[in-house]
T-cell receptor
Framework: DTGVSQDPRHKITKRGQNVTFRCDPI?????LYWYRQTLGQGPEFLTY????????KSRLLSDRFSAERPKGSFSTLEIQRTEQGDSAMYLC??????????FGPGTRLLVL | QQPVQSPQAVILREGEDAVINCSSS?????VHWYRQKHGEAPVFLMI?????EQKGHDKISASFNEKKQQSSLYLTASQLSYSGTYFC????????????FGKGTKLSVIP
């Protein structure tokens, strides 16, 4: 148990639709990260929050992507006008002691 | 820049040893090792911080040569449960704000 849940675990959508994913830390964590992982690749950094402040965004995060962490606890990642290239596993990670990052179970997105 | 992992894939018989390497062109502060099984999220194994330390737990250990910007993961007396894809993630500064991952090494342990 990594102390973080993600919802939904799987999402199938049609191209052009909007989708939203949620990441829920079980306990308080200052730092929360979003990564994306496509087939055969390692996770790629998308964005990072320190409490409710979004401090860093990858250039992978196009204008169609937006992330929030309104109260410094749970976080949401929204993708607007989905494209087939958005199909991937979206991973939330929490920073723990001694610089480590623990991943949640992920949300697998398939865009048809 | 993405770290380079080698080999890309390796097949072992139970009880054999393996070494997975991770090399970066950038100066590194930390190297993080994860194992991922098919359809699951990556699971944290260990972190090595700048200082050339070696770490281990159970029969898995790792080293970090900061001068060469390289890390190696050592798996000894492999078990079937070691099968999966191993990723190294690297950070160039303290704080681990973002990790840059390699493409992974697929390890298959067969009876």
């Amino acid at each position: 148990d990594t102390g973080v849940s993600q919802d939904p675990r799987h999402k199938i959508t049609k191209r052009g639709q909007n989708v939203t994913f949620r990441c829920d830390p079980i306990s308080e964590h200052n730092r929360l990260y979003w990564y994306r992982q496509t087939l055969g690749q390692g996770p790629e950094f998308l964005t990072y929050f320190q409490n409710e402040a979004q401090l860093e965004k990858s250039r992978l995060l196009s204008d169609r992507f937006s992330a929030e962490r309104p109260k410094g606890s749970f976080s949401t990642l929204e993708i607007q006008r989905t494209e087939q290239g958005d199909s991937a596993m979206y991973l939330c990670a929490l920073w723990a002691q001694k610089e480590t990052q623990y991943f949640g179970p992920g949300t697998r997105l398939l865009v048809l | 820049q993405q770290p380079v992992q080698s080999p890309q894939a390796v097949i072992l018989r139970e009880g054999e040893d393996a070494v997975i390497n991770c090399s970066s062109s950038k100066a590194l502060y930390s190297v993080h090792w994860y194992r991922q099984k098919h359809g699951e999220a990556p699971v944290f194994l260990m972190i090595l911080l700048k200082g050339g330390e070696q770490k281990g737990h159970d029969k898995i250990s790792a080293s970090f040569n900061e001068k060469k910007q390289q890390s190696s993961l050592y798996l000894t007396a492999s078990q079937l449960s070691y099968s999966g894809t191993y990723f190294c993630g690297t950070a160039s500064g303290a704080g681990s704000y973002q990790l840059t991952f390699g493409k992974g090494t697929k390890l298959s342990v067969i009876p």
